[in-house]
C-alpha cells in the first residue's frame, strides 16, 4: 500500500500532462477537456490508477522516482513544443517556461540516491559503571519479536488513512453528488491527495514537516466539518490531528 500511494503521487506530474497533451492535441470526435465530459475524466482517473499500480509493482523507489520525474520534465516539454506547432498566441513564452520546470524536473532526477534520504538514528543506551547489563531486566526475546512485528503496521497506517479521506471524499463528491457534500467531497480529494499524501510520505524523512501537513489537513478538515455540517469531516480532522503525533 505504500509503494502504490509513492506511485500515485510520483506519477501525478506525468497524468496531469497526458490530460494536458488530449485536450491540445486530441482527435477531432474527442470533446475537449473545457467541455468536462464525464467519460473523459472517468478514463483519465483510471489511466492515472493503472499507471501507478504498474510503476509500485515494476520499480524501486529510487527508481519510481527518477522514472516519473523524468517523464514529466519530457511530457512538459513534448506538451510546449505541440502549443507552439499548433501556433497559439503564447506558445514560446510557454514552451520556454515548460523546458525549464522540465530541465528542473530532470535535474531533480539525477540527483536522487538511496544515500541522499536521511536514515533513522537510532539511540544505544550508555552503560556506566553501575549500569551494567542485567539479564532479568532485558527485554524478552519472544515480547521484542511482537514488537517489532507491529512497527511495519504501524508505519503504512498514515497511508491508510489517506486512501479512507479519498475513497471518502470520491463517494460524496461524485456517488452522493448533492450539496453540500459535492463540494465538500471535491475540496477533501485535493486535501487527501495534495496535503495528506505528502504528510505520509514525508514521515520517516521529514517528521516536524510532515507532523505541520497534518496539522493543516487538520484545520483544513475542521473548517470542511464546519462549513458542511458533516460528521465525516470532523473525524477526518481528529484522525489527521492524531497522525500529526
Known sequence: MQRFFVALHATLPAALMVAVLVHLWGPAWLPT?????VWTMWVLI?????????????????????????????LLMA?????????????PAMLVG????????????????????????RKTPRQGPDNH???????????????W???????????WLVGLLAVESFRLAHIVATEPARSSGM????????????????????????????ALAALAFGGLAAKAGL????????LCTAAAF
Open 33 to 37: 477537456l473545457a467541455q468536462r465530459p
Open 149 to 159: 512485528r507491529w512497527v511495519p503496521a504501524a508505519a503504512h497506517l498514515p497511508f
Open 46 to 74: 483510471g489511466v492515472w490508477l493503472l499507471m501507478s499500480a504498474l510503476a509500485a509493482w515494476a520499480l524501486s523507489t529510487v527508481a519510481l522516482w527518477r522514472v516519473s520525474l523524468a517523464c514529466a520534465g519530457l
Open 79 to 91: 506538451a510546449g513544443g505541440v502549443g507552439l506547432a499548433q501556433g497559439a498566441a503564447l506558445a
Open 98 to 121: 515548460m523546458a525549464v520546470w522540465g530541465l528542473v524536473c530532470g535535474g531533480v532526477a539525477a540527483f536522487i540516491a538511496p544515500g541522499r534520504v536521511q536514515a533513522n538514528r
Open 187 to 214: 475540496l477533501g480529494l485535493l486535501l487527501a491527495f495534495f496535503v495528506a499524501l505528502p504528510a505520509a510520505t514525508l514521515r520517516a524523512w521529514a517528521p516536524r514537516t510532515a507532523a505541520l501537513l497534518w
Open 231 to 238: 460528521a465525516q469531516w470532523a473525524v477526518a480532522a481528529a
Open 133 to 147: 547489563a542485567d539479564p532479568a531486566h532485558a527485554p524478552h526475546p519472544a515480547r521484542r519479536r511482537a514488537l
